[in-house]
């Protein structure tokens, strides 16, 4: 199924639900060529919604030559419009705009809306409608405000609805996407996690041939994938590389080298690098430089130690679908040098195999799941690359990472008792560079708070902090000052992204 974007905030949702369906789906911009489109045959064709008005000069539109390949279109909200506009109906802006849920009526279930209620609750969001249908169509839902909120032209196979069957407030939105991948075109559930995995196997193999291949992991679960992926597929082929700068969480390095090595017999060579980090980041105190400088010794470590192993000609990479979308069409200020741990030197003589490249994160961690990670790894949280360096604030030295690395325990330890772990996306601790007053058993102290950051996101663009129950924060407050040498405070931080960050460095 190939889902044309026209520039919806939830064109990626809709190849997600595709493929919650089973059946294999991707992204394309909507003015991808009609003869690109033909040659890779796609069993029907989605067109997202879109900001837009059809009417405007310039207006995103179809090549009509589309139409002429036979195969069916659905078209959701915008993408409805730019059928009707383009096979002769009509689309204006009406008096009432409709955005939430709504209640839809079905008039004559056609093929789209067979089997389902007659009354639904679907999720608009639009401005402009179709206020008369093209020839050959006929209307198949209204709603109070909308005449058309459905149609069909069940010989030209071509479907369209004003509503998001995309998101979950439309309560059958996943059985209509069903009606038209099982019905109108006919498709299989197919897309399973054994096709998954076998399908990226074979493809690595008649990629990587005899070749050696390194990886890179990380302790996150995308590298982890990617890399038991290729050792399926190549076996001894294959060594991981595990660069640990000393900056990961507690006992994570080990639970790395438990898994590949002791577990599934992946050759690994585990770099112990923590005195050769700290020496780099001796009276560095600025954070853009710490991750410059734990970016470039990264690279320089993990060179030096594939050179040591003989020439590998692959290099696995965990690239995520979402990544491949948005290369190139994101533009966005530069806040922090993101990925520059793990990331690549301009001139590296690697050819990459990506396993994850057509992947979502959902997906990857099923995988995960399906190949016998253990679930710690597959649910993993998202860390950033310079690890805990970024989260002591002011100079890095193992006294402060032992704070951290055992208060940030301790708060993790609490979060999952709790059962929070999965419901927030990220909780962490954070040390600053500033000592406050206290007293213990009498005794004046001078010692560090701990700052407790829990977010929730969907993303990590936005992030909103988690409103942990006051009995957790306590938990965790209480834990941490009294098991953890050099703190006397924990302070909650309570700032949403933007104007904050996640991370505080
Ligand atoms: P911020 O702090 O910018 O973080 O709101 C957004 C997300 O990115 C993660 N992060 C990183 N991930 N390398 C990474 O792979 C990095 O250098 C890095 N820095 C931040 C952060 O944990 C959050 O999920």
Redesign the pocket.
């Known amino acids: 199924m190939l889902v044309l974007d026209f520039g919806a905030q939830y064109a990626q949702l809709i190849a997600r639900r595709v493929r919650e369906c089973r059946v294999y789906s991707e992204l394309i911009p909507y003015d991808t060529p009609v003869a690109d489109i033909a040659a890779a045959k796609p069993a029907g064709l989605i067109l997202s919604g879109g900001p837009r008005s059809v009417n405007e000069p310039g207006a995103p539109s179809l090549d009509p030559a589309i139409f002429a390949l036979g195969v069916p279109i659905l078209g959701i909200c915008y993408g409805l419009q730019v059928i009707a506009k383009l096979r002769g109906g009509r689309v204006a802006r009406e008096e009432l705009a409709e955005y939430g849920g709504t209640a839809v009526q079905v008039l004559e279930p056609g093929a789209l809306l067979a089997g389902l209620p007659t009354e639904m609750s679907c999720w608009m969001s639009h401005g402009d409608s179709v206020v008369d249908i093209p020839e050959g169509f006929c209307v198949t839902a209204r709603s109070p405000g909308l005449p058309v909120a459905a149609m069909e032209d069940r010989e030209a196979k071509l479907y369209g609805v004003q509503f998001h069957p995309e998101v979950r407030h439309t309560v059958f939105g996943q059985d209509i996407l069903k009606n038209f991948l099982y019905k109108v075109c006919d498709l299989a559930p197919t897309w399973t996690t054994v096709s998954i995995i076998e399908e990226a196997m074979e493809r690595i193999q008649a990629q990587v041939g005899k070749d050696r291949v390194v990886c890179g992991l990380s302790g996150g679960v995308d590298s982890a994938v990617a890399a038991l992926l290729t050792y399926r597929a190549v076996g001894d082929q294959l060594t991981c590389i595990f660069v640990d700068h000393g900056f990961m969480r507690k006992n994570e390095g080990e639970q790395v080298e438990n898994t590949f090595r002791r577990h599934f017999h992946v050759p690994l060579v585990h770099v112990r690098a923590q005195e050769r980090f700290l020496a780099k980041l001796a009276g560095v105190t600025e954070p853009e430089q710490k991750?410059k400088l734990i970016?470039e010794e990264f690279i320089r470590t993990f060179e030096e130690e594939s050179h040591k192993l003989g020439k590998a000609a692959f290099l696995v990479q965990g690239t995520l679908y979402p990544d491949v979308i948005e290369s190139g069409t994101r533009d966005a200020a530069k806040?922090?040098?993101?990925?520059?741990?793990?990331g690549l030197p301009e001139d590296i003589d690697f050819d990459l195999v990506e396993p994850l490249r057509m992947l979502f994160k959902d997906e990857v961690r099923v995988v995960g799941e399906e190949l016998g990670l253990p679930e710690d790894m597959v649910w993993r949280q998202?860390?950033?690359?310079?690890g805990l360096a970024?989260r002591i604030i002011g100079e890095v030295t193992e006294e402060r990472l032992r704070i951290l690395r055992e208060a940030d325990a301790v708060l993790l330890e609490e979060i999952k008792q709790a059962g929070y772990y999965r419901e927030v996306?990220?909780s962490f601790a954070v040390l600053p560079a500033i000592r406050s007053v206290g007293v213990m058993g009498d005794e004046r102290t001078y010692a560090y708070p701990i700052v407790v950051r829990a977010v929730t996101?969907d993303d990590?663009m936005t992030?909103d902090w988690a409103r942990l129950p006051y009995e957790l924060l306590e938990r965790i407050s209480n834990r941490i000052i009294n098991e953890v040498p050099g703190v006397n405070r924990v302070v909650f931080d309570i700032s949403s992204?933007p104007p904050s960050?996640?991370?505080w460095e």
């Open positions: 991750r970016g806040i922090k040098s993101h990925h520059n741990v793990g998202p860390f950033p690359g310079p970024i996306w990220q996101s990590a992030a992204k960050t996640i991370e």
